[in-house]
């Protein structure tokens, strides 16, 4: 359980910071701007 934990603790600051990172480096990228308006 704790191994389950940890590792879903994991993919979601990973997740976090790609999406950071795809958003701050590709601003003005149409393929970025769909997908947080789908997230949105």
């Given at each position: 359980m704790k191994m389950f934990?940890?590792?879903s603790?994991?993919?979601i600051a990973f997740a976090v910071c790609a999406y950071f990172i795809l958003t701050t480096?590709?601003?003005d990228?149409?393929?970025v701007y769909s997908g947080s308006?789908?997230?949105l």
């Open positions: 934990l940890i590792s603790a994991v993919a480096m590709g601003m990228s149409a393929s308006a789908v997230r």
